[in-house]
Every structure is written in structure tokens, then in C-alpha cells.
């Protein structure tokens, strides 16, 4: 498994912005695809943002597509979620995940992401 680490959350404005980082180790960071999720107080842990193993390609969630962007750096092990224009719906703790298989990154659901983050907490106020 790779080890994730998530940082970047806080407490932010309504039309801020945020940037989470997604620190990683382990030798197959580079060949997997990652991913960003949520999961809101009550509710299930939904998709964010997925990025492909060599930057390729990205994934969005209708509800974040046009304000966060996913970005990596494989020589930092490292990936990014940048967030403009937060809305207070966007409250929730996000959470970095690893691919555990090899497929188009659209079609990836939560079941196939084997290693998770602890989390980061971001919250924006109205």
C-alpha cells in the first residue's frame, strides 16, 4: 500500500480559494491514478477529482468542474487540489486516494481506490 497524507485544509470565505496537498510515499505512487474525494457531515464519501499516473488526464465531478483543479508532481510524490471560488457546500472533509487497478480514469467509482488519506477538514463560511 502507499501511505497518504493530506494537508491544506481550514476555515475559508465563500468565493476563496484553498489549496490541499496529498504527500505520498512508496515506489508506486508514479504508476497510480489518484484521486480526491469528500465526505460532508451525514452524508457518503463522494468523488471530486481524479488525475491520471502521468498527469494525462483529469476527471471531474460536475458539482467542482470549472473551480478545482487536480495537479501532480510524481518527483515530489505529491498531488494537489486546488480550489477557487469555495462555496459553503464544498464544507467536508477531503480525503487523497491511489488507484488499487489499472482503467480509464472516468469510469473509476470509490471501490476502486485502495489506499486513503486520513483526511483534511475544509470549511467555508458564507
Known amino acids: 500500500q502507499v501511505q497518504l497524507v493530506e494537508s491544506g485544509g481550514g476555515l475559508v470565505q465563500a468565493g476563496g480559494s484553498l489549496r490541499l496537498s496529498c504527500a505520498a510515499s512508496?515506489?508506486?505512487?508514479?504508476?497510480?491514478?489518484m484521486g480526491w474525494f469528500r465526505q460532508a457531515p451525514g452524508k457518503e464519501r463522494e468523488f471530486a477529482a481524479a488525475i491520471s499516473w502521468n498527469g494525462g488526464s483529469t476527471y471531474y465531478a460536475d458539482s467542482v468542474k470549472g473551480r478545482f483543479t487536480i495537479s501532480r508532481d510524481n518527483a515530489k510524490n505529491t498531488v494537489y487540489l486546488q480550489m477557487n471560488s469555495l462555496k459553503p457546500e464544498d464544507t467536508a472533509v477531503y480525503y487523497c486516494?491511489?488507484?488499487?487497478?489499472?482503467?480509464?480514469?472516468?469510469?473509476?467509482?470509490?471501490?476502486?481506490?485502495?489506499?486513503w488519506g486520513q483526511g483534511t477538514q475544509v470549511t467555508v463560511s458564507s
Open positions: 512508496g515506489r508506486t505512487f508514479s504508476n497510480r491514478a
Open positions: 486516494a491511489a488507484s488499487s487497478r489499472i482503467g480509464n480514469i472516468a469510469t473509476m467509482r470509490l471501490a476502486d481506490f485502495g489506499s
